[in-house]
């Protein structure tokens, strides 16, 4: 099984070079679905409304919904409202949670939760036949549109800000006592977590989503007149129900899997050597996904620590059951870091859950070096595109500037979009209609499929079916079209490997000993 960090392919194809290629996160490239989840920062201010354009696809195409339409932001959590145009529709399905209408008369209309930026793949039950029938559809709510409910004329780029604006101002050193720290523990790259020291070997942390946690030694009780909104947690942080599957990884490379009680991943879904080994031997037991944990389970348990990524913010209840039976909810932000190594510096948050820090330090500089090794190796130069294709056969890109157009450059590339073709998203990813897609990316000299996200594609022909135009790409006349393993998601700092077959894809290497990356023919 693959390592966290690498089985050592690049130094062995390389050893001249030594060990040139431990770079950004490509796992993360995984996370695409995830980015309209970026935490907002919750405050203790009502909640905001706005107006918002929200686009309808799936189905027969008879069906419409009103655009634009209301939506609410509450902390990290945005509100639609959707009205359809017919008064035939009686549930609503998102994210694995049921939703009924809100009104009594005309059209249905339902308050759902919602990603911004982001295709959403809901359904919704008619009783306009004979029988009930469910119906698959596709949400997209372009956050560019956001206006102030009032009309005085705010934007996304106000309502929702940058994800750097948003990590700005949620540090909060303040225990509520007196007490000042000693220091603030430095971070590089990611701007969404903070660690604070203070005397005692007590450490705060804060995230971008305003929850702050007091880490006191196994055994301590925090200081007197600490601050009621701070969570206290015993470290070592054990009997945790780790959530959060890209973060497994972190968990894994510091040995820190006997930690953990419970997953909300089942083995057959997990690629972590070491953390699979202990979901098949039981060590780890599946305590359910995040939208429906096992509570009974939970509860007696005796868990003391649950880690979730934002995808709890779309169940919002779960984590208030989790809190009232005693469980501690930390939201981890790593899906919010613009920086590839932000993402992998979360390691170091978990150093300080799990007494590692020295280790989470050491991990972390040896990616750091490696990737400045990365970046002074010799450019290919090469354009590269980079997308999936969703069930509505439209593309879905990545704006350039984010880490995914990063980690290109840091390979020796270029990245296919520029920021004025993608400046019209506050998001990390873009959905094209795919002749204006073409339009901007058929030049590319090389085409990255991710199959991480989309499975489907074994062979050029897969790849060819998926839409005509495919075939008049560049990259496809000259056979440089690859495709992303499908495991890539929970290898977030298994990057060795990866970011070394990526060059090696640009510089056009012999492919046969790839792991992470297949050339498609």
Not at 232 to 248: C, E, G, H, N, P
Not at 410 to 432: C, K, R
Not at 454 to 470: P, T
Request: net charge negative; proline share 2%; aromatic share 8%.
């Amino acid at each position: 099984m693959r390592g966290c960090f690498g089985n050592g392919k690049a130094a062995s194809r390389r050893a001249g070079a030594g060990m040139r290629l431990l770079a950004v996160v490509l796992a993360a490239l995984l996370a695409l679905p995830f980015a309209g989840c970026a935490g907002a920062g919750t405050s203790d201010k009502e909640p905001s409304e706005y107006t918002i354009e929200a686009a309808l696809s799936g189905g027969s195409g008879r069906a419409s919904i009103e655009s634009p339409t209301k939506i609410v932001r509450d902390g990290d959590v945005y509100v639609a409202t959707i009205t359809w145009s017919s008064s035939s529709y009686d549930k609503m399905t998102v994210y694995g949670t049921d939703y009924a209408p809100v009104n009594d008369g005309g059209n249905s209309s339902f308050e759902i939760p919602v990603t911004l930026d982001e295709d959403m793949e809901v359904s919704a039950e008619t009783v306009a036949m004979s029988t009930p029938h469910t119906i698959d559809y596709t949400l997209h709510f372009d956050s560019s549109t956001m206006k102030a409910s009032d009309g005085a004329g705010g934007s996304a780029g106000t309502a929702k800000g940058s994800a750097d604006a948003q990590a700005a101002d949620f540090h909060n050193a303040d225990l509520g006592n007196g007490w000042q720290p000693t220091r603030s523990v430095p971070l590089e790259y990611a701007k969404h977590f903070t660690i604070d020291e203070f005397e005692g070997g007590l450490r705060l942390i804060c995230t971008s989503n305003g929850e702050r946690f007091l880490v006191v030694a196994q055994g301590s009780e925090a200081p007197a007149g600490v601050s009621p909104d701070i969570a206290v947690i015993k470290r070592q942080a054990d009997k945790v129900y780790l959530v959060s599957s890209a973060t497994m990884c972190l968990v894994d490379a510091l040995g820190a899997n006997d930690n953990i009680i419970m997953s909300g991943t089942r083995a057959e879904d997990c690629s972590v050597a070491g953390f699979k080994q202990a979901l098949e031997d039981g060590t780890i037991a599946y305590g359910g996904k995040y939208s429906a944990p096992d509570y009974e389970r939970i509860s007696a348990s005796g868990c003391t620590l649950a880690i979730e990524n934002a995808m709890i913010n779309h169940t919002p209840d779960v984590k208030e059951k989790l809190q009232k039976l005693g469980v501690t909810v930390l939201t981890e932000q790593s899906s919010s870091e613009s920086e590839a190594l932000g993402r992998v510096e979360w390691i170091k948050l978990f150093g300080v859950l799990f007494d590692k820090e020295g280790e989470a330090t050491r991990l972390f500089n040896e990616q750091k070096a490696s990737v400045e090794k990365t970046s002074s190796l010799e450019k290919p130069g090469k354009t590269v595109a980079y997308f999936y294709i969703n069930s509505n056969g439209a593309a879905v890109t990545r704006r350039a500037g984010d880490y995914v157009a990063q980690m290109i450059e840091l390979a020796g590339g270029v990245y296919a979009l520029d920021s004025s073709q993608t400046e019209s998203t506050s998001g990390s990813s873009l959905t094209l209609e795919m002749e204006r897609f073409f339009a901007m990316a058929k030049d590319a000299d090389v085409v990255i499929y991710n199959g991480t996200i989309d499975e489907s594609v074994d062979s050029m022909a897969d790849f060819l079916g998926k839409n005509s135009l495919l075939a008049q790409f560049k990259a496809v006349k000259s056979g440089n079209v690859w495709v992303t393993d499908a495991d890539m998601y929970q290898q977030m700092t298994s990057t060795a490997d990866i970011i070394d077959e990526l060059h090696g894809a640009l510089a056009g290497e012999d492919a046969s000993g790839f792991s992470y990356l297949r050339k498609l023919s």
